[in-house]
DNA sequence: TGCCAGGCCCTCTTTAGGGCCTT
Protein backbone atom coordinates (compact mmCIF):
# COMPACT_ATOMS: atom_id res chain seq x y z
CA UNK A 1 0.00 0.00 0.00
CA UNK A 2 1.79 3.26 -0.63
CA UNK A 3 2.44 5.93 1.91
CA UNK A 4 -0.80 8.08 0.53
CA UNK A 5 -3.24 5.69 1.32
CA UNK A 6 -2.42 5.19 5.00
CA UNK A 7 -1.82 9.05 5.85
CA UNK A 8 -4.52 9.93 8.43
CA UNK A 9 -4.84 13.97 9.66
CA UNK A 10 -5.93 13.97 13.44
CA UNK A 11 -7.44 17.00 13.88
CA UNK A 12 -8.71 19.27 16.86
CA UNK A 13 -10.45 22.86 17.02
CA UNK A 14 -10.87 25.17 19.94
CA UNK A 15 -14.32 27.63 19.41
CA UNK A 16 -15.94 29.69 21.13
CA UNK A 17 -18.44 27.25 22.27
CA UNK A 18 -20.76 23.80 21.60
CA UNK A 19 -22.48 24.61 18.19
CA UNK A 20 -21.82 26.11 14.49
CA UNK A 21 -25.36 26.35 14.55
CA UNK A 22 -25.52 28.65 16.98
CA UNK A 23 -23.05 31.34 15.52
CA UNK A 24 -20.07 29.71 17.66
CA UNK A 25 -16.59 30.16 15.49
CA UNK A 26 -13.05 28.50 15.59
CA UNK A 27 -10.50 30.26 17.33
CA UNK A 28 -7.50 27.41 16.90
CA UNK A 29 -6.89 24.36 14.45
CA UNK A 30 -4.23 22.29 14.66
CA UNK A 31 -3.55 18.64 12.59
CA UNK A 32 -1.39 16.12 12.50
CA UNK A 33 -0.62 14.46 9.64
CA UNK A 34 0.86 10.60 10.73
CA UNK A 35 1.44 8.04 7.95
CA UNK A 36 1.89 4.44 9.27
CA UNK A 37 1.88 5.46 12.83
CA UNK A 38 4.06 7.98 12.49
CA UNK A 39 3.85 11.99 12.69
CA UNK A 40 5.19 13.46 9.24
CA UNK A 41 4.10 16.84 9.29
CA UNK A 42 1.74 19.26 11.94
CA UNK A 43 -0.43 22.36 11.14
CA UNK A 44 -1.27 24.71 13.59
CA UNK A 45 -3.20 28.20 13.71
CA UNK A 46 -4.60 30.38 15.81
CA UNK A 47 -7.79 31.94 13.60
CA UNK A 48 -9.58 35.66 13.77
CA UNK A 49 -13.21 34.81 12.86
CA UNK A 50 -14.42 38.44 14.31
CA UNK A 51 -16.41 36.98 16.79
CA UNK A 52 -16.14 38.14 20.56
CA UNK A 53 -14.37 34.69 23.03
CA UNK A 54 -16.67 34.38 26.30
CA UNK A 55 -14.24 34.80 29.46
CA UNK A 56 -14.98 31.20 30.60
CA UNK A 57 -13.57 29.94 27.10
CA UNK A 58 -10.82 32.15 27.60
CA UNK A 59 -10.20 30.21 31.36
CA UNK A 60 -10.44 27.21 29.68
CA UNK A 61 -8.01 27.59 26.89
CA UNK A 62 -5.92 30.22 27.52
CA UNK A 63 -6.91 31.88 24.02
CA UNK A 64 -7.64 35.29 24.55
CA UNK A 65 -9.49 37.58 22.22
CA UNK A 66 -6.21 39.93 22.35
CA UNK A 67 -4.53 36.49 20.50
CA UNK A 68 -7.41 36.50 17.59
CA UNK A 69 -7.11 39.77 17.11
CA UNK A 70 -3.67 39.28 15.64
CA UNK A 71 -4.24 36.53 14.17
CA UNK A 72 -4.60 35.68 10.40
CA UNK A 73 -8.40 35.43 9.04
CA UNK A 74 -10.62 32.30 9.84
CA UNK A 75 -11.21 32.20 5.80
CA UNK A 76 -7.15 32.13 4.95
CA UNK A 77 -6.49 29.71 7.45
CA UNK A 78 -8.77 27.23 6.51
CA UNK A 79 -7.41 27.51 3.00
CA UNK A 80 -4.37 26.66 3.76
CA UNK A 81 -5.46 23.91 6.20
CA UNK A 82 -7.79 22.00 3.34
CA UNK A 83 -4.45 22.42 1.22
CA UNK A 84 -2.75 20.86 4.40
CA UNK A 85 -4.95 18.16 4.38
CA UNK A 86 -5.71 17.37 1.08
CA UNK A 87 -8.12 14.40 0.70
CA UNK A 88 -6.54 12.44 3.44
CA UNK A 89 -9.58 10.99 5.44
CA UNK A 90 -9.65 12.44 9.22
CA UNK A 91 -9.72 11.59 13.19
CA UNK A 92 -10.59 13.45 15.49
CA UNK A 93 -11.77 13.29 19.54
CA UNK A 94 -15.49 13.39 19.50
CA UNK A 95 -15.51 13.46 15.77
CA UNK A 96 -18.88 14.95 15.34
CA UNK A 97 -17.42 18.30 17.32
CA UNK A 98 -14.28 18.71 14.80
CA UNK A 99 -16.69 17.50 11.93
CA UNK A 100 -19.29 20.20 12.40
CA UNK A 101 -16.51 23.04 12.65
CA UNK A 102 -14.43 21.62 9.88
CA UNK A 103 -17.69 21.66 7.56
CA UNK A 104 -18.85 25.13 9.09
CA UNK A 105 -15.47 26.98 8.58
CA UNK A 106 -15.11 25.40 5.24
CA UNK A 107 -18.35 26.48 4.09
CA UNK A 108 -17.83 30.14 5.03
CA UNK A 109 -14.51 30.00 3.31
CA UNK A 110 -16.48 28.85 0.13
CA UNK A 111 -15.14 25.18 0.22
CA UNK A 112 -16.21 21.77 -0.10
CA UNK A 113 -15.45 19.04 2.98
CA UNK A 114 -15.65 16.27 1.45
CA UNK A 115 -12.99 14.16 4.09
CA UNK A 116 -14.80 11.06 6.33
CA UNK A 117 -14.23 11.09 10.04
CA UNK A 118 -13.09 8.68 12.15
CA UNK A 119 -13.97 9.27 15.82
CA UNK A 120 -11.36 7.89 18.58
CA UNK A 121 -14.02 7.98 21.42
CA UNK A 122 -16.05 5.72 19.17
CA UNK A 123 -13.68 3.57 18.46
CA UNK A 124 -11.90 3.77 22.23
CA UNK A 125 -15.31 2.57 23.72
CA UNK A 126 -15.71 -0.48 21.19
CA UNK A 127 -11.59 -1.04 21.78
CA UNK A 128 -11.24 -0.58 25.27
CA UNK A 129 -15.51 -1.24 26.87
CA UNK A 130 -13.85 -1.11 30.48
CA UNK A 131 -12.35 2.22 30.50
CA UNK A 132 -14.03 4.47 33.42
CA UNK A 133 -13.63 7.38 31.12
CA UNK A 134 -13.22 7.69 27.76
CA UNK A 135 -11.92 11.83 27.58
CA UNK A 136 -8.55 12.19 25.94
CA UNK A 137 -6.74 12.64 29.08
CA UNK A 138 -8.85 10.04 31.17
CA UNK A 139 -7.37 7.89 27.90
CA UNK A 140 -3.82 8.72 27.44
CA UNK A 141 -3.31 8.58 31.27
CA UNK A 142 -4.06 5.58 31.23
CA UNK A 143 -2.75 4.15 28.15
CA UNK A 144 0.43 5.81 29.26
CA UNK A 145 0.88 7.84 26.05
CA UNK A 146 3.21 10.71 26.50
CA UNK A 147 1.70 14.31 26.70
CA UNK A 148 3.35 17.21 25.24
CA UNK A 149 1.60 20.09 27.27
CA UNK A 150 -1.42 21.17 28.71
CA UNK A 151 -4.86 20.31 27.41
CA UNK A 152 -6.86 22.18 25.77
CA UNK A 153 -4.81 23.99 23.01
CA UNK A 154 -5.01 22.59 19.72
CA UNK A 155 -1.96 21.40 18.91
CA UNK A 156 -1.60 19.78 22.19
CA UNK A 157 -4.85 17.79 22.16
CA UNK A 158 -4.54 16.84 18.65
CA UNK A 159 -1.63 15.30 19.50
CA UNK A 160 -2.61 13.30 21.99
CA UNK A 161 -5.47 12.09 19.43
CA UNK A 162 -2.93 11.32 17.31
CA UNK A 163 -0.78 9.00 19.83
CA UNK A 164 -4.61 7.51 21.31
CA UNK A 165 -4.82 6.82 17.39
CA UNK A 166 -1.87 5.09 17.17
CA UNK A 167 -2.79 3.43 20.06
CA UNK A 168 -5.75 2.02 18.95
CA UNK A 169 -4.07 0.77 15.43
CA UNK A 170 -0.88 -0.63 17.05
CA UNK A 171 -3.89 -2.59 19.66
CA UNK A 172 -5.74 -3.69 16.28
CA UNK A 173 -2.54 -5.23 14.84
CA UNK A 174 -1.20 -6.84 17.74
CA UNK A 175 -4.41 -7.76 20.22
CA UNK A 176 -6.49 -8.59 17.54
CA UNK A 177 -3.92 -9.57 14.49
CA UNK A 178 -5.32 -6.46 12.09
CA UNK A 179 -3.21 -6.57 9.42
CA UNK A 180 -3.88 -3.39 8.11
CA UNK A 181 -6.01 -1.17 10.40
CA UNK A 182 -6.42 1.81 8.15
CA UNK A 183 -9.14 4.39 7.87
CA UNK A 184 -11.90 2.31 6.07
CA UNK A 185 -11.37 0.08 8.89
CA UNK A 186 -11.80 2.12 11.54
CA UNK A 187 -14.90 3.49 10.17
CA UNK A 188 -15.94 0.05 9.72
CA UNK A 189 -15.46 -0.52 13.42
CA UNK A 190 -17.26 2.60 14.61
CA UNK A 191 -19.96 1.84 12.94
CA UNK A 192 -20.72 -1.07 14.84
CA UNK A 193 -22.83 0.82 16.94
CA UNK A 194 -26.13 0.41 18.84
CA UNK A 195 -27.97 3.14 16.94
CA UNK A 196 -27.71 1.06 13.87
CA UNK A 197 -28.74 -2.43 15.49
CA UNK A 198 -29.10 -3.71 19.27
CA UNK A 199 -26.81 -3.91 21.78
CA UNK A 200 -26.03 -7.67 21.78
CA UNK A 201 -25.84 -7.36 17.78
CA UNK A 202 -23.41 -4.10 17.88
CA UNK A 203 -21.12 -5.90 20.29
CA UNK A 204 -21.01 -9.35 18.20
CA UNK A 205 -20.26 -7.16 15.00
CA UNK A 206 -17.22 -5.45 16.91
CA UNK A 207 -16.42 -8.91 17.65
CA UNK A 208 -17.11 -9.54 14.13
CA UNK A 209 -15.07 -6.47 12.86
CA UNK A 210 -12.40 -7.73 15.00
CA UNK A 211 -11.94 -11.71 14.05
CA UNK A 212 -12.81 -10.95 10.77
CA UNK A 213 -9.63 -9.37 9.92
CA UNK A 214 -7.76 -12.33 12.07
CA UNK A 215 -5.28 -14.55 9.92
C1' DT B 1 -38.13 37.38 23.90
C1' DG B 2 -35.53 33.83 25.45
C1' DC B 3 -33.77 29.85 24.53
C1' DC B 4 -30.65 27.07 22.17
C1' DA B 5 -25.81 21.11 20.29
C1' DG B 6 -25.95 16.59 18.75
C1' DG B 7 -24.90 11.83 18.37
C1' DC B 8 -23.79 7.71 20.91
C1' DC B 9 -24.85 4.53 24.55
C1' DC B 10 -26.73 2.67 28.84
C1' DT B 11 -30.74 1.22 31.55
C1' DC B 12 -34.84 1.11 36.30
C1' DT B 13 -35.40 0.91 27.71
C1' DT B 14 -37.63 0.53 22.97
C1' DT B 15 -44.61 4.67 23.60
C1' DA B 16 -37.83 7.48 27.53
C1' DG B 17 -34.58 9.73 30.05
C1' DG B 18 -30.15 10.92 31.15
C1' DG B 19 -24.92 10.62 31.03
C1' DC B 20 -20.87 11.02 28.12
C1' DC B 21 -17.85 13.72 25.02
C1' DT B 22 -16.31 17.86 22.47
C1' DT B 23 -15.62 24.03 23.57
Request: aromatic content about 6%.
Amino acid sequence: MPASMSRIAVIDFETTGMSPALGDRATEIAIVLLERGEVVDRFQSLMNAGVHIPAFITQLTGISNAMVASAPRAQSVMSEAARFVGDAPMVAHNAAFDRRYWQAELALAGLAAPQAFACTVMLSRRLYPEAPSHKLGALVQRLRLPQTGAAHRAMVDAEMAAALLTQIQHDLRVRHRVAEPDHRFLMRLQACSRAAMPRWLARQAVADALSAEAP
